[in-house]
Nanobody, 116 residues
Framework: QVQLVESGGGLVQPGGSLSLSCAGS????????MGWYRQAPGKQRELVAR???????TYADSVKGRFTISIDNAKNTVYLQMNSLKIEDTAVYYC??????????WGQGTQVIVSS
């Protein structure tokens, strides 16, 4: 059974930093890209950042220059370093793995709260 397990969410003050990680386990087909999405209350889930095994990255405009995504291919693990956090970054963050066989895997979500 394939699982994506996220860790690292929590409460932080505006301007602070948090790191998220997501480890894939089980028989995962070759991965085309891994990424992070987020969903704030009353809003649709949106892409935050994604990365390919070769290291090519894509970021939402709202997080460019503040967030950094990276991948460890050997461990099927993706990381998200979040700096200069803003109140509007508050959301549940979901890890995603998309395989070359077009299967989507999702983590259970981890809460990030940015508040003073």
């Amino acid at each position: 059974q394939v699982q994506l397990v996220e860790s690292g969410g929590g409460l932080v003050q505006p301007g602070g930093s948090l790191s998220l990680s997501c480890a894939g386990s089980g028989k995962i087909a070759p991965i085309a890209k891994m990424g992070w999405y987020r969903q704030a209350p009353g809003k649709q889930r949106e892409l935050v950042a994604r990365v390919t095994p070769s290291g090519r990255t894509t970021y939402a405009d709202s997080v460019k220059g503040r967030f950094t995504i990276s991948i460890d291919n050997a461990k099927n693990t993706v990381y998200l370093q979040m700096n200069s956090l803003k109140i509007e970054d508050t959301a549940v963050y979901y890890c995603n793995a998309f395989t070359y066989s077009t299967i989507d895997y999702w983590g259970q979500g981890t809460q990030v709260i940015v508040s003073s």
